[in-house]
C-alpha cells in the first residue's frame, strides 16, 4: 500500500526500509553537535559512504543545535547527506528544536537545488524523542513548507520497521 500526500506541486510519501540504502537525491541524518557520525545510521553510513563523509563534516566543524550542515554522501546511492542537530533525550522545547531542524533541513535542500529529500524520524531511536510527537512535528512542518516557494518535489518519510512508520501514516492521512 503506497502511502503518499500531494502538497501543491509536490508530493510527501511513505517509505519502510534503511534510508542509507535508499536511491535519493539525499537523506537527513541526526548529528551531535560536534557533528561526527555515531552509532546506528551513523555505522551504516560510514561503512557505505566511506571516510569521506565524515572528512567533510570534520571540515565543517560543528552543527549547532536546530542547524543544518550537509556532504556529500561518498559511496552511497544518494548524492547529498543533510546532517540535522534535532532535540536529543528529554531536554525542553523538543517540539521547537525538531521544527527548526526540519525547516533547516528543507532550507539546505532547496539551497543546493535538491528535489527529493529522505527524512528519517528524527531523534526517536537512541535520543528517545517521543515517536508520535516527532511524526506529528514533522509531517506538520514539511507539508506547511511545501506550500510556499520551494524546489523539492518528493519528501520521504522512512521508517525503519512498523514501530516508526504507523505514526507517520497516521499523520499523513493512510
Not at 28 to 35: K, P, T
Not at 137 to 145: K, N, Q
Given at each position: 500500500?503506497?502511502?503518499e500526500k500531494n502538497v501543491g506541486s509536490s508530493v510527501i510519501r511513505l517509505a519502510k526500509g534503511d534510508i542509507t540504502d535508499l536511491d535519493v537525491e539525499a537523506f537527513?541524518?541526526?548529528?551531535?553537535?560536534?557533528?561526527k557520525l555515531g552509532t546506528g545510521y551513523g555505522s551504516a553510513i560510514m561503512a557505505r559512504g566511506g571516510k569521506v563523509v565524515q572528512?567533510?563534516?570534520d571540515a565543517i566543524g560543528s552543527c549547532p543545535k536546530g542547524a543544518a550542515v550537509v556532504t556529500s554522501a561518498g559511496r552511497m546511492k544518494a548524492k547529498f547527506i543533510i546532517h540535522v542537530n534535532g532535540p536529543k533525550f528529554h531536554e525542553p522545547d523538543q517540539e521547537g528544536k525538531l521544527a527548526q531542524a526540519v525547516q533547516n533541513a528543507l532550507k539546505r535542500a532547496d539551497e543546493k537545488e535538491i528535489g527529493q529529500?529522505?527524512?528519517p524520524p528524527i531523534g526517536t531511536g537512541f535520543y528517545q524523542v517521543d515517536l508520535q510527537m516527532c511524526a506529528r512535528?514533522?509531517?506538520?512542518?514539511?507539508?506547511?513548507?511545501l506550500r510556499g516557494n520551494t524546489g523539492i518535489k518528493e519528501v520521504i518519510f522512512v521508517g525503519f520497521d512498523t514501530r516508526e512508520f504507523n505514526p507517520f501514516k497516521a499523520n499523513l492521512g493512510g
Open positions: 500500500m503506497t502511502v537527513v541524518y541526526d548529528v551531535m553537535e560536534d557533528a572528512d567533510e563534516l529529500l529522505a527524512f512535528v514533522m509531517v506538520d512542518v514539511v507539508t506547511e513548507y
